[in-house]
């Protein structure tokens, strides 16, 4: 597998991307949360292969991406001023407003909901792309470029990997993957995602209701939300509109994940190592006398933000070595690491009971 590029897109590249894009094109972009996998979110044909090349069911909608300054009321009604001090305080960043879709917004980018997300991205690449692109009068519908289900991407390689695709040789097939490679005609590189998990969701669309509500926690804060509007967005009840990002099972790496409290670490891990077993340890304060049996692992910084950074790279990392469990010490449960364990939880999401039959066999 080759090694991410250290470059990243040039002028021409971004030129050349948005005219794939005009053209109804798909192209992979980075922003500071995650890679995106993008289209013109005003052709309803290009958002068609958004979903195709993920195998992303169709009742989930896609975010619109736009550029600092864009015209919210070209894309949504009835903002609430609250909506519009949230853009004030947070945007171009890691935060995505769930606003009601103006009717110009395809079906295919809604899913048919009344409402559409909206998010304006920091990435410096991101922005000269949106601003390139349509003049900077468009939008981008881009949900993360991953195989749906599967771990976000934070690298450009990542997305190649996802997707089958040769590095610096775009839009090549590569084997197996021929079809989705050949939908997806350009990668543009951007280093390393800064944050790392995907924005924070709020949805403002039903603000005189049902208040601010939170549907996914992200970088952004619960807290920091409320400190601009005086409002903390709830966590979303059962009838809110369902986000892809909050079903059970997500972010997955395909070898089974489990989290272990620090205590618990120790003798698990040496009865796993007496089995046989090999195992990956994603930790984030682990002794290295503990860590000495296991087959790979990762240790992450024991800050929420420098671990959201690292997280999703170590997952698909841990998941390339071999191991038959990938073993995660268990992050601290207060609110600035919320957006963390709610990803991880989903990965973990299936792996109920692994440690005890990896141990019988
Ligand atoms: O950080 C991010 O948000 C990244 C980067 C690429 O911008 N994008 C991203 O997109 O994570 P995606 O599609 O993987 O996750 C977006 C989530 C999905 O769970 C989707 O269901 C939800 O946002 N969503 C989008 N529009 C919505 C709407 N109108 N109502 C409720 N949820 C919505
Ligand atoms: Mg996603």
């Known amino acids: 597998m080759k090694q991410p590029s250290a470059t990243v897109a040039d002028s021409a590249a971004i030129a050349e991307a948005a005219a794939i894009l005009e053209q109804g094109g798909l192209v992979a972009f980075p922003t500071e949360t995650v890679y995106g996998l993008g289209a013109d979110a005003e052709n309803p044909a290009a ?17 619109v991406h736009v550029a600092p300054g864009a015209d919210l009321d070209y894309w949504t009604t009835d903002v609430p001023y609250e909506a519009r001090q949230l853009v004030q305080a947070f945007w171009p960043g890691p935060l995505t407003l769930i606003l009601k879709r103006h ?66 040789d775009d839009g090549a097939l590569n084997g197996d993957d021929a079809c989705s490679a050949a939908e997806l005609s350009r990668v543009l590189e951007g280093g390393s995602s800064e944050v790392g998990i995907e924005s924070t969701i709020v949805d403002m669309s039903r603000l005189a209701t049902h208040g601010p509500v939170l549907l996914r926690p992200g970088h952004i804060s619960a807290q920091q939300i409320a400190d601009v509007i005086g409002m903390l967005p709830a966590a979303p009840d059962q009838a809110a ?48 006398a503990l860590t000495a049996s296991a087959h790979a692992q990762r240790v992450l910084p024991a800050d929420p933000a420098g671990y959201a950074y690292g997280l999703y790279a170590a997952l698909r990392d841990m998941d390339q070595t071999g191991a038959s469990l990938i073993l995660v010490e268990t992050p601290p449960q207060d609110a600035a690491w919320l957006g963390v364990n709610d990803r991880l939880r989903r990965s973990v999401f299936g792996s109920a009971g692994v440690i005890a039959a990896l141990l019988q066999k």
Do not use: W
Not at 47 to 63: F, Q, T
């Open 241 to 288: 509109p369902r986000a892809s990002g909050t079903l059970e099972s997500h972010y997955a790496p395909r070898t089974p994940v489990t989290m272990l409290a620090a205590d618990g670490f120790a003798a698990t891990l040496s009865q796993l190592h007496a089995r046989g077993v090999k195992v990956a340890l994603i930790g984030h304060g682990l002794p290295a």
């Open 47 to 63: 958002v068609a292969r958004i979903y195709e090349a993920k195998g992303r069911p169709h009742d989930h909608p896609v975010i």
């Open 103 to 168: 009717p110009r917004i395809p079906d295919a980018v809604s899913a048919g909901q009344d409402s559409v997300g909206m998010r304006c991205p920091s990435h410096p690449v991101a922005i000269a792309l949106l601003r390139a692109f349509k003049g900077g009068k468009g939008g981008l519908a881009a949900p993360s470029a991953n195989k749906f289900g599967n771990v976000s991407p934070t690298t450009a390689q990542h997305v190649r990997d996802e997707f089958g695709m040769d590095a610096h």
